[in-house]
């Protein structure tokens, strides 16, 4: 496979990697990429505005992004994303720790 | 040693616990937990830190008195925290902490309010020389700051100090998950011996910084990728944390190698800790039902969607009106529902259905209807398991923090 066919096909695993965490109806995910030098890419690929489309029906409340230049990571604050959260959802999994890899799943914006 | 064993709904199923039971109440885990570690902390002179109280901190105190006993430690000194236990002083109208309208908006029973207590509740046990210390809703990072305060002689107005301590509470609340536990992911985050991960271990200086590691014996690993994982877990603004004792900065912090398996961590930053202390309160949620069946080979994902339906109908029949249900297709849709476009490939799904009811009984008849599509649903279904659990519901309101006064008292094995 030739680097621009790999490239296209990259996904934000392939660059960085997560935590997600929950307070009520809010979930939280950190997002820290392996390379400093993705970073920018990582700023890029994962805006809020971004996060809150992939996700309509399950990210219904507003999408905060906070940055940690130093560490090369981002934090996402997403509210009305756990479906009522763990006192109300009737999900599998209430508390949303598997929203990281519902971040790391989405494609990375290598465009210009 | 620190033992954080409360998450915000764990005190309402103590409490649930505590009514059937005045006797229990405190974490099931109490007496195996004491039973391992007495005897080795005793012989190191190790106090152990501990909110396995949870509903019933004297309850859990006078049980480790027990344990000690029959272990034969006389004159070991177990201090009892308590006042966290709020619901005498919490209005029935008190509003929501962060959404709308007040606890008299909530259609179940109460079945009680703990604040949340900082390390200015934890101290004056250490300073009475208390081997174990029990509490209730003891704030996660503040079981760890304590002892710093303590061995420190930290000044209550020393934010920076109590920030930077906050900081290694919050990296080693929730044990392994520095150390390597919820961390591996195949091929790109690999993790040595994870079945036998070990506990973390901060080093901390009289500055507040600090080297978090483990044993080198166990499993698991600390590096640069685990500490800033934990660093922003459950973290929302990572310059505001808010915490009984302080509001911690860890928007600054710096996170460096410092050998195999250490990691130093520095710069934490605080301002003034807030005025008001948060509460849950916990509430009766009725019962939630689980159950499910299996379908594999050809045509699972079809078969399973036609559970999903015949089971559907079922219950808006018998139960009519609006049940709090859920149906997912396990290999399909469980986790991230309707969220990604992942292709259903799969030929080995289960149907999953998940119902909330204030009665058992009407969780009964989903299990009953849902094992019965093993007679009248599609073919091949297999594996049907159905368990009823008791269920609870929090809220979070504040309470002015005058209003809390949590007292220790020692008892001695």
Redesign the interface.
């Known amino acids: 496979m030739n680097a621009s066919s790999r490239n296209a096909r990259r996904i934000v695993r392939d660059i960085a990697h997560a935590r997600a965490g929950d307070k009520g109806n809010t979930s939280n995910v950190s997002v820290w990429v392996y390379d400093p030098a993705d970073f920018e890419l990582l700023k890029k690929t994962l805006t809020s505005e971004r996060i809150k489309r992939a996700f309509p029906h399950l990210i219904r409340g507003e999408v905060t992004r906070y940055e940690l230049e130093h560490l090369h990571g981002l934090n996402f604050v997403m509210r009305e994303a756990l479906e009522g959260g763990v006192n109300r959802s009737l999900n599998l999994d209430s508390h949303g720790k598997s929203w990281s890899y519902l971040l790391l799943g989405l494609p990375v914006d290598e465009g210009p | 040693m620190v033992l954080e064993c409360l998450g ?2 764990t005190v309402a199923f103590g409490h649930r616990d505590r009514i059937v039971d005045p006797s229990r109440g405190y974490n099931p885990h109490l007496e195996m937990r004491m039973n391992a570690l007495l005897p080795t902390c005793r012989a190191a002179g190790t106090v152990i830190i501990t909110n396995m109280g949870a509903a019933n901190p004297r309850a859990a105190a006078a049980r480790t008195i027990e344990v000690a006993r029959k272990l034969g430690f006389k004159g070991l000194k177990v201090a009892c925290i308590e006042g966290d236990d709020v619901a005498r002083a919490v209005p029935r109208d008190q509003p929501f902490m ?2 709308p309208g007040n606890l008299s908006d909530v259609d179940m029973p109460v079945v009680g309010m703990n604040a949340y207590l900082g390390s200015d509740a934890i101290v004056p046990a250490l300073e009475a020389g208390a081997d174990v210390v029990i509490g209730g809703r003891l704030a996660d990072p503040s079981m760890f700051l304590a002892p710093l305060v303590h061995r420190f002689g930290w000044n209550g107005s020393d934010l920076q100090r109590l920030g930077a301590g906050t900081l290694v509470g919050h990296l080693m609340e929730c044990g392994m998950q520095v150390t390597g536990g ?2 591996a ?1 195949p091929g ?2 690999d993790v040595d011996g994870l079945s036998r991960c070990g506990f973390p271990i901060a080093e901390v200086t009289e500055d507040g910084s600090a080297v978090i590691t483990k044993l080198q014996t166990a499993g698991g690993c600390v590096n640069l ?1 685990t500490v ?11 310059a505001r944390y808010i915490t009984p004792d302080v509001t911690a900065d860890f ?5 460096e190698n410092a050998g195999a398996d250490r990691v130093r961590v520095s710069n934490a930053g605080g301002s003034a800790r807030p005025d008001s202390l948060k509460v849950t309160v916990g509430f009766d ?1 009725g019962f ?1 039902g689980e159950a499910g069946v299996s379908y594999a080979g050809p045509a699972a994902v079809e078969r399973g969607r036609l559970a999903v339906e015949i089971v559907g109908h079922r219950i808006y029949k018998l139960l009519g009106g609006q049940p ?3 149906f ?1 297709l ?1 290999g399909v849709n ?7 476009t992942y292709p259903a490939e799969t030929e080995d799904v289960r149907l ?1 259905v ?3 009811s204030r009665r058992r009984e009407e969780v009964e008849v989903l299990l009953w209807e849902v094992e019965s599509l093993l007679c009248c649903g599609p073919a091949g279904g297999g594996g049907f398991r159905g368990v009823i659990a008791p269920c609870v ?2 809220k ?1 309101v504040l309470i002015e923090r005058d209003l809390v006064r949590p007292t220790v008292e020692i008892l001695m094995a």
């Open positions: 915000e709904r962060d959404e919820y961390f992911d790109m985050k990728a800033k994982e934990q660093l922003l877990y459950e973290v929302h603004d990572p928007s600054r912090v710096v996170v949620g939630q709090d249900l859920r997912s396990i469980s986790l991230f529902t309707n969220a990604g999953h998940a119902m909330r519901m929090t979070s």
